[in-house]
């Protein structure tokens, strides 16, 4: 389920996944086909923040890799799970989320101006 990772001279070349077993491969993917489909949820950002530069099947295969992890981690430390939120890549990197926003804004003919917001308003 991870997917390969062969580098000669600074050129990644194969990125397939191997092949391991067929059968939990399936049902992790079919897993991550609902876990993409559930609104505010860590999978769904996931799920929508890689199909954005990858495309559906491969961030298909990254949301199940993220489910395995998740649950082998909830296993071994014996843990419930706890969703990060959609909000979580956001969150994370607050300046760089607002600086491709002004950008954007100002590639499609805005003039931006940030102030920022008041204690009192939130």
């Known amino acids: 389920m991870c997917p390969g990772n062969q580098e000669s001279g600074g ?3 194969n990125g397939r996944t191997n092949k391991a077993n067929v059968w939990l491969r399936r049902g992790l993917v079919e897993a991550a086909h ?3 489909r559930t609104k505010k949820s860590y999978f769904s950002a996931l799920y929508h ?3 954005g ?3 559906k099947k491969r961030a298909l295969m990254a949301v199940g890799h993220s489910l395995l992890v998740t649950g082998y981690h909830m296993n071994t430390k014996q ?3 706890k969703d990060l939120g959609n909000n ?9 989320v607002r600086r491709r926003m002004v950008k954007r804004l100002e590639q499609l003919g805005y003039k931006v ?10």
């Open 34 to 36: 609902e876990a993409a």
């Open 113 to 122: 101006e940030l102030k920022p917001a008041s204690a009192t308003a939130v």
């Open 88 to 96: 979580y890549f956001d969150e994370r990197n607050k300046e760089t």
């Open 79 to 81: 843990m419930d799970y």
């Open 11 to 13: 050129k990644h070349k």
């Open 53 to 55: 530069r990858r495309g």
């Open 49 to 51: 923040r890689v199909a």
